[in-house]
């Protein structure tokens, strides 16, 4: 299996700061044959179902606001923030799909600092 | 408005079974996989089980942690997803989520969740 794994385990910053959460992969999920990276990041909110971020990498789900993105590619990769908001405080998680089973990060937990 | 709904979970004792239900709504069930996701008290997610569109012939997998004890299946006249969990440990206590996947042959990526039901296995 593919193991998943983020850095750092929890993260504050202040308000209009920018936010940096690595995922990194135990096994390259970029596919050669058409040069995509299969890893998705998703932001779970107390009490709430995980919502999707970001696929293939750096595509942001429609209705995402552009200050979230995401980059890397092989078996690092990031999500940034680039000028938190009070309503970004959650956990964020990183998965794999490149193939079965999907495996996700342990998720990283963003905090207001 | 594109909905899922889980329903079926409860307290059950180790070694019994429960079925879990995932009814979609606002939009075609039928031309997306779907899968089911849990979460442990306080822990990360673990993806379950997934379930092909018919059309790209129905195909299913499971994780190894619950390979021969899970079942998923699918009923799209209903609009409803499955899963059907026998012998319970302690282990599947977790909120379990369906997920519809963004492609009908399981791309691995969930654009759309419910809100989870609840499955505690304990004596």
């Known amino acids: 299996d593919t193991v998943m794994t983020q850095s750092p385990d929890s993260l504050a910053v202040s308000l209009g700061e920018r936010a940096t959460i690595n995922c990194k992969s135990s096994?390259?999920?970029?596919?050669?044959?058409?040069?995509?990276?299969?890893l998705a990041w998703y932001q779970q909110k107390q009490g709430q179902p995980p919502k999707l971020l970001i696929y293939?990498?750096?595509t942001r789900e429609s209705g995402v606001p552009d200050r979230f993105s995401g980059s890397g590619s092989g078996t690092d990769f990031t999500l940034t923030i680039s000028s938190l908001q009070a309503e970004d405080v959650a956990v964020y998680y990183c998965?794999?799909?490149?193939?079965?089973?999907?495996?996700f990060g342990q998720g990283t937990k963003l905090e207001i600092k | 408005e594109v909905q899922l709904v889980e329903s079926g979970g409860g307290l059950v004792q180790p070694g019994r079974s429960l079925r879990l239900s995932c009814t979609a709504s606002?939009?075609?069930?039928?031309?997306?996989?779907m899968s089911w996701v849990r979460q442990a008290p306080g822990k990360g997610l673990e993806w379950v089980s997934f379930?092909?569109?018919?059309?790209?012939?129905?195909?299913?997998e499971y994780a190894a942690s619950v390979n021969g004890r899970f079942t998923i299946s699918r009923d799209d006249s209903k609009n409803i997803a499955y899963l059907e969990m026998n012998s319970l440990k302690t282990e599947d206590t977790a909120v379990y989520y369906c997920?519809?996947?963004?492609?009908?042959?399981?791309?691995?990526?969930?654009?759309?969740w419910g809100q989870g039901t609840t499955v505690t296995v304990s004596s």
């Open positions: 997920a519809r996947d963004i492609t009908n042959w399981s791309q691995g990526v969930f654009d759309i």
């Open positions: 606002g939009f075609t069930f039928g031309d997306y996989a």
């Open positions: 379930i092909r569109s018919k059309a790209s012939g129905g195909t299913i």
């Open positions: 096994q390259s999920v970029l596919y050669s044959s058409n040069n995509n990276n299969y």
């Open positions: 293939w990498a750096s």
């Open positions: 998965q794999q799909y490149y193939h079965t089973p999907y495996t």
